[in-house]
Structures are given as C-alpha cells and as structure tokens.
C-alpha cells in the first residue's frame, strides 16, 4: 500500500508542477528543497512526511489532500 501512496502523492506533484510551468529545480527552490529531491518523489522513490507534503502542496499552490487524491 506504501508504493500506491507514494506513487500517487509523485503523479499529483509532477501533474501540479506541469499545470503551473514549472521546472523541477523552480519548484525545488519555492519550497526549499533539492531538485533531486523532487524527481525522487515524482518517481515515488520517498516516502514524503507530512511536513513536506505540506511544503510541496504550499510552493504548487494547493492544499496538502489535493497531493492524496
């Protein structure tokens, strides 16, 4: 179930990301995070904590459920 959860929080920031023309070193920077960092979870390599799930929903614009979808 953890692979489902983190592939779908991934395809919804890469998705998010997209929609706003972002790069992933952009979105790195608005939520001071690395850019490798991102690709990994767009990939749903980690497993992202609630902190940064916030982080990331905050820089794309969203609010943090909407990455759970």
Same mark, same amino acid.
């Not at 997209?18 to 939520?31: G, I, M, N, Y």
């Not at 390599?45 to 943090?64: F, H, I, M, Q, W």
């Given at each position: 179930?953890?692979?489902?959860?983190?592939?779908?929080?991934?395809?919804?920031v890469r998705a998010?990301?997209?929609?706003?023309?972002?790069?992933?070193?952009?979105?790195?920077?608005?939520?001071?995070?690395?850019?490798? !960092?991102?690709?990994?979870?767009?990939?749903?390599? !980690?497993?992202?904590?609630?902190?940064?799930?916030?982080?990331?929903?905050?820089?794309?614009?969203?609010?943090?459920?909407?990455?759970?979808?």
């Amino acid at each position: 179930m953890s692979q489902v959860f983190r592939k779908t929080v991934g395809q919804n920031v890469r998705a998010f990301r997209l929609r706003l023309k972002l790069t992933q070193e952009q979105l790195a920077e608005k939520a001071g995070l690395h850019w490798t !960092y991102i690709s990994g979870v767009e990939r749903g390599r !980690y497993n992202v904590s609630l902190d940064t799930l916030e982080t990331l929903a905050s820089a794309l614009g969203r609010k943090p459920f909407e990455l759970l979808k």
